[in-house]
Nanobody, 125 residues
């Protein structure tokens, strides 16, 4: 059974930074595409960033240049460094693991099979 555990969320002022971590169980972490998503109250879950098994990264325009995703395969952990935070970044952040392995193609949301429990990020104005 794969488990994903996020940490690092909290309350920060506009312009501040946070680093989220997602620790994964399982020995084949490095083979999978990992993604970060967020869900704000009353809104649908949205893609925030993704990193392939080979290190290719993906970002939507809303966070490009402010967020950086990385992974440490030795620690089975994926990170999300968030800088220049804005109130609209407030949400619960989730990490997820793709179904397929060795893919450099950004998975659709329904192509992730394991999700973490989420960590709250609140950006005050």
């Amino acid at each position: 059974q794969v488990q994903l555990v996020e940490s690092g969320g909290g309350l920060v002022q506009t312009g501040g930074s946070l680093r989220l971590s997602c620790a994964a169980s399982g020995r084949t972490f490095s083979n999978f595409f990992m993604g970060w998503f967020r869900q704000a109250p009353g809104k649908e879950r949205a893609f925030v960033s993704g990193i392939s098994w080979s290190g290719s990264t993906y970002y939507p325009d809303s966070v490009k240049g402010r967020f950086t995703i990385s992974r440490d395969n030795a620690k089975n952990t994926v990170y999300l460094q968030m800088n220049s935070l804005k109130p609209e970044d407030t949400a619960v952040y989730y990490c997820a693991r793709s179904i397929g392995t060795y893919s450099n193609t950004l998975p659709k949301e329904d192509e992730y099979d394991y999700w973490g429990q989420g960590t709250q990020v609140t950006v005050s104005s």
